[in-house]
């Protein structure tokens, strides 16, 4: 049974919640009880879904943010005297090239949207998430944030950064009350990831999938974070790593012929 935070604690903040994990993981917050607040740079798909969300009863805010202009995110914070949860979800993979030939720029992108991405939310609403009495950092990572494969290196560089961020904030704030999640989903087959990856190259992105039966879908991981969010207060989900059935490792996928 899920309990319900107390009524300080109930405003959950969900980066990068256009598509995919963020969107699935707003609704599954908002139908759980939160007030939930939406972000992400496309104005028009948050706006959308905070009117779905509303329309079924409960409550949604959208605004529009880039989480790698940290002007705009210490501007955002100023709207919130308390926040219970905050989910660092934006971020993301470009290219699946060598070491030898990747390009730096990609390199840099992946850094900036899915480290600082998350380093300036957390450091912004960290004080209201402390003042909430009862608060939640989720950071979603990835199975790249473990363990690394061919073709993976910028962007498994970039998750185990996040990674590093999540446990090194559970170490520094013990004492206060907020958990510090991380979730690591190995092979999530959503509308965007490996289409972004790929740059459009709708081909190349079927490819991640093939032949893999039933790869995990955006709401089988949101469905995780609410839940390790749901739990009691005084239990921490360190770390939960969430792979389809088919994926055994990041390199050891069963896929049909
Ligand atoms: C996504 C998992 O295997 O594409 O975060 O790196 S993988």
Do not use: C
Not at 13 to 19: E, H, I
């Amino acid at each position: 049974m899920a309990t319900v935070p107390p009524a300080a604690s109930r405003i959950a903040v969900v980066t990068g919640a256009s598509s995919g994990i963020g969107a699935a993981t707003a609704r599954q917050l908002a139908e759980a009880g939160y007030r939930v607040v939406l972000t992400a740079r496309r104005k028009d798909r948050i706006e959308a879904l905070a009117e779905e969300i509303n329309a079924a009863g409960h409550s949604a805010t959208a605004y529009q943010l880039d989480v790698t202009d940290r002007a705009a995110v210490d501007e955002f914070a100023t709207a919130f005297t308390t926040v219970g949860v905050l989910v660092n979800n934006a971020g993301g993979a470009l290219g699946a090239d060598p070491v030898a030939t990747g390009d730096p720029a990609d390199w840099r992108t992946m850094y900036e949207t899915n480290v600082i991405g998350t380093l300036n939310l957390t450091q912004a609403l960290l004080p209201k998430l402390i003042a909430s009495g009862d608060g939640t950092v989720v950071v979603v990572s990835s199975t790249a944030g473990h363990a690394t494969y061919e073709g993976g290196a910028g962007y498994v560089a970039a998750k185990h950064g996040t990674h590093v961020l999540a446990e090194t904030l559970r170490l520094e704030i013990v004492g206060q009350p907020v958990r510090v999640i991380e979730i690591a989903p190995g092979m999530v087959r959503t509308e965007e990831f490996a289409l972004t990856r790929f740059r459009g190259d709708a081909e190349k992105a079927a490819k991640v999938y093939e032949g893999v039966a039933a790869p995990l879908t955006a709401e089988d991981v949101a469905d995780t974070i609410t839940w390790a969010v749901t739990r009691p207060s005084h239990v921490n989900v360190d770390l939960l790593v969430v792979r389809p059935r088919a994926q055994a490792s990041n390199t050891k996928v069963h896929r049909e012929k």
